[in-house]
């Protein structure tokens, strides 16, 4: 059986936090206690909405996604007393990919999302055709997909790329009597601004490749270390495919000969800002051990692990 997340205590006692799972992707059931079908909203926000839709289908299970801290304190204000509710802060784009596995949701609801329709934003707009790819996979079998927008444009863009993606639309529709208003939803209607929604249907299966999956084990390396070549690492950068490390600071312990290296890695758009240590396996021994600093706790995610060993093959080389 899947094990439970490694803490003692939780800030928010509705908040999952998958990077602290032992396997991945994660078993819903046994988050929620059953195996009431789940759903899914992109960007929670205040939590509004979350909580609305929770209350009036009790017999649904209940996924959030934010990447605000902000917005998390305020949700979970809203739904800590709902026990078909829980809350994520990551990105959306790789939770949904990552933490659910195939045919797994029922619905996946998206409301007013950032359109970032400049060029140079384009990278983060989360209805991209890897997006649809993700939710051919983790959707059940005639699963749907909700986006509530007041640009039409990003809704009449969605409705095609997700077309051509082999979705069936449902209904596109202006102004609709939804059964749930947000309150930005609520406001703009109030100024007369036009709101547009999608609803599409899931047709064909699609496989997938995540970043993770199985065992999510904490990456280390032995290694003879240079330790002259630590303060090297500063401002270094290595590449391999779409993996890129950088390393962004070095420090020395005040206590012992261990150093604590920090580190952002990046697997193809998804970023991480993590911790690595280096210390000596034995006092003044040149077998050192390299390994993720546990307190930082990033995804295990195939950069996570080749920084481990990139830097312990740097530090090895004459």
Do not use: C
Not at 78 to 92: C, G, H, K, Q, Y
Not at 130 to 142: K, P, Q, R, W, Y
Not at 149 to 168: L, N, R, S
Not at 199 to 224: D, F
Request: charge should be neutral; charged fraction near 30%.
């Amino acid at each position: 059986m899947q094990e439970m997340e490694k803490t003692n205590s939780v800030l928010f006692s509705r908040e999952v936090k998958p990077s602290l799972f032992d396997y991945l992707p994660i078993d819903w059931s046994n988050i929620f206690g059953n195996n009431n079908g789940v759903i899914v909203e992109i960007g929670f926000g205040s939590g509004e909405y979350l909580q609305s839709y929770a209350v009036k289908h009790p017999e649904k299970n209940f996924v959030g996604f934010e990447v605000s801290i902000t917005s998390m304190k305020k949700a979970h204000k809203r739904i800590e007393n709902l026990d078909n509710v829980r809350l994520v802060i990551t990105d959306a784009r790789f939770g949904l990919r990552e933490f659910f596995g195939p045919k797994s949701v029922e619905k996946v609801v998206m409301n007013f999302p950032i359109p970032w329709d400049k060029k140079s934003h384009e990278r983060r707009r989360v209805i991209v055709p890897e997006f649809f790819e993700t939710l051919s996979n983790v959707l059940v079998d005639d699963g749907t997909f909700e986006l509530a927008t007041d640009v039409e444009w990003y809704a009449k863009q969605t409705m095609e790329t997700a077309k051509e993606m082999g979705f069936e639309v449902v209904e596109f529709l202006e102004n609709p009597d939804r059964e749930i208003k947000t309150r930005y939803e609520q406001k703009w209607i109030k100024y007369g601004r036009n709101i547009y929604s999608l609803l599409i249907r899931k047709v064909k299966h699609l496989e997938v490749e995540r970043l993770i999956g199985g065992r999510h084990e904490m990456p280390h390396a032995r290694s003879v270390v240079i330790e002259e070549k630590i303060s090297l690492l500063n401002n270094k950068i290595f590449k391999e495919g779409k993996k890129v490390i950088v390393v962004k600071g070095v420090y020395k312990s005040t206590h012992n000969d261990a150093y604590v290296i920090k580190v952002i890695s990046t697997d193809g758009e998804f970023q991480q800002h993590y911790y690595l240590v280096a210390y000596p396996e034995e006092p003044g021994s040149r077998e050192w051990i390299i390994k993720l600093d546990s307190a930082s706790n990033p995804y295990r995610t195939p950069a996570v692990k080749w920084s481990v060993q990139v830097l312990a093959e740097f530090l090895a080389q004459e």
